[in-house]
């Protein structure tokens, strides 16, 4: 069932990625498929961050046409870094959780454009719009994480007066 949820989640995250730059271009930026990716690497297993990883960056790479396994490769080796780290390093919040996210955005983008140098492919990315992308990724992170702990205190609160 879990497994079943977590891809339904990667499957409306991604569409999710596509088609929100058509509704408001600033959403464009925001890279949701990296935010469930380092959600899991900091709160589920190794393997599993690793795994979902491995399908959000396969997803965007078939829905984005670009190289096949270049976000795939990305995303996973985020997912290991992370999920390695976050077992003796907790973080909780939704700042601390945004400023992991928007580092991870950093490095993602840092990785794909030493693969196509290194592949001898042209790529069109400046240095601000990867710090915009980051700094999007992030403050997403925050909006969503302090959202979802708004409604899980809400709902908490009222199943005790029931």
Known sequence: MRTL??????????????????IWSPLGYVDWLLIAVVYMALRG???EAVILGAIAGLMQDGLS???VGLHGFAKTSIAAVIASFSSFLVVRGPLPEAVVTGLASLLESSI????????????QVTG???TGRAIATALATAAVWSVARWL???????????
């Open 5 to 22: 949820r977590w891809s339904l989640l990667l499957l409306a995250l991604g569409l999710l990625q596509t088609f929100t730059s058509v």
């Open 45 to 47: 297993s190794f393997r």
């Open 65 to 67: 046409q670009e190289i």
């Open 112 to 123: 794909v454009i030493a693969w196509l140098v290194l592949l001898g492919r042209s790529y």
């Open 128 to 130: 601000l719009s990867i």
């Open 152 to 162: 899980h205190q809400r709902r908490k609160r009222r199943s005790r007066f029931k």
